[in-house]
């Protein structure tokens, strides 16, 4: 449908430089919708103008969040559970929730369930090892360095503790799944095979605490240096099997827990500061 | 594919083919509608909103829109009329935002809304204004004014929708357009 009036092409020209009365602009604007020979004109002199660059800008942005391919599964999954975009890309984007990272972490696992089966030693070792897939999914996902998305992480229209917690929540339940998993396959279901559960937790929240002083690797690494050494001098002092893991050992992770959850509610400012 | 074809207007087909090709997932058809389209709409658009940013992100929320739901067009009417509807009403989400949750209810709870529904203010302006100067006559309307009048009685706004655009309240749309109303007539006259 082509009417016979058209745009002068001099009007137009000033539309588009931006230097033409309302009455004209109103005009153009009205006949534009139902003239594609118009709009063929006011494409050209965009595209001969400096709004060329934002509109190449423009399309790059559409074939990003348009293009399939780049979606990832999980990506896909965060969209469906009905998460904003920009959330999902950001969890797509972590390391720590990619499936080489759950193969990784799973062969660990299964390592150690395996060894379960074996003695209380193995057990022991179980213990010690699934606490630490959180932990490590955790500083992974999060911190210069390591984290491939640390900049999109910084451009994000999100304060940083916002984003920290979502990853890490994420990454939580990403890993806690896989763990529990694995410890379906341990020899005895009794109350062992959820004993890792708090110390997870509390790692995490200790991890995620000193990371606020430090970076998140060298929080990481302290902290499951300082948890393994614990519970093996714990294990050799005491006389009881597995003692760190028992009454007082979980009531003691659950103070851990809550105290490093204090602090990082307090130290929210700084993790927003040091990316500002 | 990032560098732009050659001309737009080869392709043989027309816009309304192009829609219904974005279903099947034909992403060049994605890409000539944007040629054919986002100039005109990224030009119209940055004359109603100052910030560059949030046109730009208008603009790109409007073909993502397209491309994921093709089937809002509907096989009538001009493809550039039904582009520019969305462009118009994604900008004035991004403007809106953070969304308040009376105005996230009162969507959901009209998905019928169409500018026909609210009576559009189109009719308030034009009615009663005979035919003279009528360029001259917008011309000495003030900015205020005109911008109102181009929310409205142009784009096809609602008061509401014109309000949000223009970050003022309801009331104060109204009284600008019948100031507005009055002075075309008092011109015309």
Known sequence: ?276 | MNQAPADPWADPRNDAALVQALAGGDEGALRTLFDRHAPWIYLRLARRCADPAVVEEAVQDTFVAVWRKPSGYRASGEVAAWLWGIALRRLIDRLRRPARLADRFRRVASPLRSPSYERSAEEQVLLGIQFGDLAGALNHLSPELRAVLQATALDGLTTREAARLLGIPVGTVKTRLMRARAQLRKELA
């Open chain 1, 1 to 276: 449908m082509t009417p016979d009036w058209h745009a002068e092409p001099v009007a137009l020209r000033h539309y588009v430089a931006g230097r033409i009365d309302e009455a004209g602009a109103a005009s153009i604007e009205a006949h534009i919708p139902s003239c594609w020979r118009c709009r063929r004109s006011v494409a050209t002199l965009i595209g001969l103008g400096p709004m060329a660059a934002p509109l190449s800008r423009i399309w790059g942005g559409i074939e990003e969040r348009t293009d399939p391919v780049r979606r990832g599964a999980i990506e896909r999954l965060v969209v469906r559970v009905g998460l904003p975009e920009h959330i999902a890309r950001l969890l797509a984007a972590t390391r720590s929730l990619r499936l080489s990272w759950f193969a990784a972490m799973s062969i660990a696992l299964g390592f150690a369930a395996l060894a379960a089966h074996g003695s209380t030693d193995g057990l022991l070792l179980f213990l010690i090892v699934a606490p630490l897939v959180p932990l490590a999914g955790v500083a992974a996902a999060y911190g210069p360095g390591v984290d491939p998305a640390y900049e999109v992480g910084l451009a994000a229209p999100m304060r940083s503790f916002r984003l920290l917690l979502i990853r890490s929540v994420a990454v939580l339940a990403a890993s806690i799944t896989l763990a529990a998993a694995a410890a379906l396959t341990l020899p005895h279901l009794d109350w062992a095979a959820a004993a890792w559960l708090v110390p997870s937790l509390a790692l995490t929240l200790v991890t995620l605490a000193l990371s606020t002083y430090v970076s998140s690797l060298r929080a990481a690494v302290g902290v499951a240096g300082g948890w393994v050494a614990a519970v093996l001098v714990t294990e050799s002092l005491s006389r009881a099997r597995l003692a760190a893991f028992r009454g007082i050992g979980q009531l003691a992770f659950v103070i851990v827990a809550l105290v490093a959850a204090a602090i990082l509610a307090n130290r929210r400012d700084a993790i927003d500061r040091r990316s500002a």
